[in-house]
């Protein structure tokens, strides 16, 4: 069983910062690309950020410059830098990652954080 666990979500004023957590845990052989969503009310969830194992990452077009995101493969865990926070920003943020258990990779989800920038 593969097990995500975000951390670090909270309320923030705009233009401030926060630092989002993943961790995963569990039976695996390997991580591949871990990444981060986010949904809205009444929004669908949609990507902000990932990372591949060797480092390269993607963003989405409105949080670029603003995040970034970084893993520590010794540690399982995957990190969301978020600065100059906007009301837009507002939503539940998940972590994701392509996770091979046995022999083939299969997609995980954690729990979701919520992050609530005030204007």
Known sequence: QVQ???????????????RLSCAASGNFVRISTMGWYRQAPGEQREVVADITRS???????????????????????VYL????LKPEDTAVYYCNA????????DSYWG?????TVSS
């Open 55 to 77: 480092t390269n990452t993607n963003y989405a077009d409105d949080v670029k410059g603003r995040f970034t995101v970084s893993r520590d493969n010794t540690k399982n865990m």
């Open 4 to 18: 995500l666990v975000e951390s670090g979500g909270g309320l923030v004023q705009a233009g401030g910062s926060l």
């Open 98 to 105: 392509d996770v091979m258990v046995k022999t083939m990779y």
């Open 81 to 84: 830098q978020m600065n100059s």
């Open 111 to 115: 729990q979701g954080t919520q992050v």
